[in-house]
């Protein structure tokens, strides 16, 4: 441990000498300070303070992340290049260990400039929401609002599978299936149809929804429902709607009556009382509009009920770990490609490696779907073969990425979501140690089998 | 020998082409400029970081553009508003030119968010990022674009002017108080804000006015700020100073007025008092006077065909809007916004349809928009007692567009529209008919007419019954019903009165109680 621990310094001793953490720091400083100054709000104190947190935090994420994948791919190459690999590969020093050294450096230097841009950040944002700056209603709506942790429980997602299969067998057996679609995406068709179907409220009818609440209400802070619905009829005219709350076994019920416009997202406060001794809560919409249009509430993120669960100091910490944890692999990226190419060489790879991260959600969605070449019967065996080929490729690919995909945590930071430590821990097993050691590890490996001290 | 000649005889080439190219570019801009190609050079209105961003980013722009609406997109779609105004931004300066990405942009905006807000100030908040996004930054890239010339007069005429959105009194206040904050009264005093000076220096060459300005600084007040010339806003320390300098006072408020519309409002006090004399008198706290303006200025830029035509028929649809409620009464002590008809603007409103038709003689929506309008006029000027023009108005009708309805004389003509408006009334036509029908009825008995005048205040009575027993619903009323009747009647007995006054001298006109 010494030794990585000598090594580190090290690298923390050459950023600072060639005044990488200088330039870093200034660029950080200007635009952690200068944008939220240059970009506009909608107009609201919340506007502006999400505005901040989003893009200050965001460009601060950004440039530290091009500078990691820079300096990690320089910290090996460059000294491969310049023969200064043999002072340390000459020392009793294992590969992995001078791996392990300068990445432990880069990020010692991460910690430092990401602290920074955090605590400058921070700071801003609460000069800029300091009392007397803006008015003591607009602190409260935006503590209420936007500085805020609440946690996000959908509703419990219905059971959709066995159905849809049975429907599915049924239009089998009876012929019915169309014959220009693959048999598994006319399945998945008839459970998205289920699925909305579940989430839908027809003109003069109810739905229902059940909801598990893993803890009790803080006291003074109500559950909120929010949600957000497509109208069959295409108008923005609003729905009069009875919302109604109560616990599973039916007793305890409230309600209240409001009028929503389509496609607009409401909040509104559910009374604590309503949740049962279990834990339970049941939702229940009831459409009393006499227009005749049905309701569509988006499975997934139209309807879901929000529970305060802690200050916005941590969330921004936590907010902060998680960004830490990503741009740590990036490091790792980088130096792995450094320590496999040439410097140029290294930076494109390494910029390829994190753009289909980025594109992680349509590698996944190409690797469902599964044809990329014609389908049906007339399409051939060429074009089953390029699918099959094809399809594997992309699922390999989306099984090595998926782990590395998560929730932003700044857009949850901007809309006062919770960031569980569960997704900081989450966040800094894979990045870290199981995606950060899988790298070291071909690294060193690498690292040992290479000739370092080829004539040039 | 060779190249010790090459490189200077190569940087002489290079250098006399350079001024080749120089001299050739004025020439070559005019002949863009002629052949309507580019009515305004696009690169002398774009700011050194928009020019750079254009250019630095190359081929890739289309794509960063590409990715930000997306983003903009995806958070509209889940409702999350608070950076569209700033995606708006970025992808319409990607693309500075382009002038249906910054029409698209201002649309959405003012359309689209606006009406899935709740509370009517936030939607005022989006209708004013599209006028602003259209305005103050797509008409600086593209001075030469009569389509956002004509977008821009649209904001005005139907999102504020209109009553399609249920906030749109909102709208109408906000703007009037926006414009009440600028000037006081219906318009500017245009030659003395033409004629203020353009800088501070020329402003402080006058030694009373840089005392003015001396004095109001050590008082703690910006002599320069918007709230100075704002009467409802001005700082209390201010007023005394003020009326102690009258004259340099009114040349400070002159200044920051006049710099204000200049700079904030993107209009000159010169084409504001041309667009008023031309089509004016308007009542400019209004958005008719603003949807006229900005289609005016677009004219100039608009090529023959498409552009011309819906740029003139902006200017003829929101002179008919002015006509019909282009006229505001507003107290804010007493809660009071009414807008009323403006029936010194008939003779306008006919001259620009007069224009219209002659430069698109072909053209059948003018022929519709221009037979309606004659219908409304003759309706308009007959319950004004302005006899003499609805007779001529009803000639005009008449002899372009003679139907059943127009048969039988003017007065039969007025009894049988009476009855068929009714049925189809709009909340601005309603308040014009039932306004001028207690105006005739004030008028008449102010004159020793008591029957005629009772007919008229019953018909007055019944119209508003009628109009608002179909609008039972609170909201309906609210959006799309009448002012309470007292409130009618009250504006037209001070009208008439006035009327009578004219006609008899102030000295002995009698004064009909309010019904």
Known sequence: MRRVLAIAALTVRGAVRSRVLLILGLMLAVAVVGLPLTVRGDGTIGGLVQIMLRYALGVAFVLLAVAMVWSGCAGIATEVRDRQIQMVTTKPVRALEVWLGKWIGLLALLAVLLGGAGFAVFGLLHWTTRPGAIEEADRARLRDEVLVARAEIPAIAPEVDAPARAEFERRRSAGELPADRPPEEVFRMLRRTMLAQAFSVPAGGRNAWLFRVPRRPAPGRPFLLQFRFEKSVLDLEPVRLRWTFEAADGTQRRETVGEYRPRAVYTIAVPPEALGPDGRLRIGCEHIDPVPASLLFEPGDGLVLLQYRGAFAGNYARAIGVLFARLAFLTALGLAAGTLFSLPVAGFASVSGALLILLGDYIERLARAGVFFGAGPDAGWSAAVVNRFLSAVFRALSFAIQPLRGPDPLDLLATGRWIAWGLVGREMLIQVVVYGGLLALCSAAVLRRRELGLPA | ?515
């Open chain 2, 1 to 515: 020998m060779k190249a010790r000649w090459s490189t200077p005889l190569l940087l002489g080439v290079a250098v006399a082409a350079f001024a080749v190219a120089g001299r050739m570019h004025r020439p070559l801009r005019s002949q863009r400029r002629e052949a309507q190609l580019d009515p305004v050079d696009p690169v002398e209105s774009m700011p050194p970081l928009v020019a750079f961003t254009t250019v630095a980013f190359g081929g890739f722009r289309g794509i960063a553009a590409d990715l930000l609406w997306l983003r903009a997109t995806t958070l509209q779609d889940e409702g999350r508003y608070f950076e569209l105004v700033q995606l708006a931004d970025w992808i319409t300066k990607l693309q500075p030119h382009f002038a249906s990405v910054w029409a698209y942009h201002a649309w959405n905006m003012a359309y689209n968010i606006s009406v899935l807000l709740d509370d009517h100030g936030d939607r005022w908040r989006w209708v004013r990022h599209g006028i602003s996004l259209l305005r103050d930054e797509g008409l600086r890239y593209n001075p030469g674009s009569a389509q956002l010339h004509r977008e821009l007069a649209w904001l005005f005429i139907h999102k504020v002017g209109g009553d399609m959105d249920e906030a749109h009194w909102r709208y109408k206040r906000e703007w009037a108080a926006e414009m009440g904050a600028l000037f006081e009264g219906p318009a500017p005093d245009f030659e003395a804000l033409a004629a203020a000076p353009r800088t501070r220096t020329e402003l402080l060459e006058e030694a009373a006015v840089a005392e003015l300005v001396r004095r109001l600084r050590e008082a703690g007040v910006d002599p320069f700020g918007a709230r100075i010339a704002d009467p409802a806003a001005r700082p209390a320390a201010a007023a005394p100073i003020l009326a102690g300098a009258p004259e340099a006072a009114a040349a400070l408020l002159d200044f920051v007025r006049a710099r204000r519309l200049r700079e904030e409002y993107r209009m000159t006090p010169e084409a504001m008092a041309e667009v008023d004399e031309r089509y004016g008198p308007l009542d400019w706290r209004l958005p008719q006077a603003h949807a006229i303006f900005w289609a005016y200025q677009g004219l100039r830029y608009a090529r023959p065909g498409h552009e011309r035509l819906s740029l003139d028929r902006m200017i003829f649809q929101s002179m008919v809007d002015a006509f019909l409620r282009g006229r505001l009464t507003a107290d804010a002590e007493r809660d009071v916004f009414l807008l009323r008809p403006n029936p010194d603007l008939l003779h306008r409103v006919r001259a620009a349809y007069e224009d219209a038709l002659a430069e698109h003689p072909g053209d059948e929506s003018i022929r519709t928009a221009h037979h309606n309008f004659l219908v409304d006029a003759v309706m308009v000027a007959f319950s004004y007692n302005r006899r003499r023009e609805a007779q001529a108005l009803y000639a005009d009708l008449v002899a372009r567009y003679p139907t059943e309805r127009t048969l039988g004389g003017l007065d039969r003509f007025v009894a049988r529209t009476y009855a068929e408006f009714m049925e189809r009334f709009a909340p601005r036509e309603a308040m014009v008919v039932v306004e001028s029908a207690f105006y005739q009825s004030f008028f008449w008995e102010a004159l020793g007419e008591p029957d005629q005048a009772a007919g008229y205040a019953q018909l007055g009575r019944l119209m508003w019954e009628r109009f608002m027993a179909e609008r039972e619903d609170p909201e309906a009323r609210e959006r799309l019903g009448l002012p309470p009747i007292a409130e009618i009647r009250a504006r037209a007995r001070e009208r008439a009165l006035e009327t009578v006054r004219e006609l008899r001298g102030a000295a002995d006109a009698p004064t009909p109680a309010p019904r």
